[in-house]
């Protein structure tokens, strides 16, 4: 700590004397007001963030089940298809 640093330090802490208890009392319940508003500002922040990846994800989750019908709908389609090749195979076989 340099020499002024020390100065101001003691003037700081000779302007806290002149308040007496509650005046420092006050100003500590200040300092930790502003505190806890720097604290609440970077958590209201953070559940803003958090609260835009949940509705993100949301959409994600509503994108993905469209892509599955779509999937599902192919794969019957498919599957009707290799049937009716299946029903075409036998019928060609059976008329041999």
């Given amino acids: 700590m340099d020499g002024a640093s020390a100065t101001s330090l003691i003037d700081i802490v000779s ?9 420092i009392l006050a100003v500590l319940c200040w300092t930790s007001i ?3 508003q720097k604290t609440l ?7 803003a963030e958090w609260r835009r990846m949940y509705e993100n994800n949301v959409e994600l989750v509503k994108k ?13 389609m498919n ?13 060609m076989e059976i008329n041999k």
Avoid: C, P, W
């Fill in 34 to 36: 502003k505190d806890n």
């Fill in 64 to 76: 993905s089940n469209g892509l599955s019908e779509d999937l599902k709908e192919i794969i019957i």
């Fill in 41 to 47: 500002a970077v958590y209201r922040q953070d559940m």
């Fill in 15 to 23: 302007n806290f004397s002149s308040f007496g208890i509650t005046g």
């Fill in 79 to 91: 599957t009707q298809a290799f049937t009716r090749l299946e029903d075409i195979i036998r019928h």
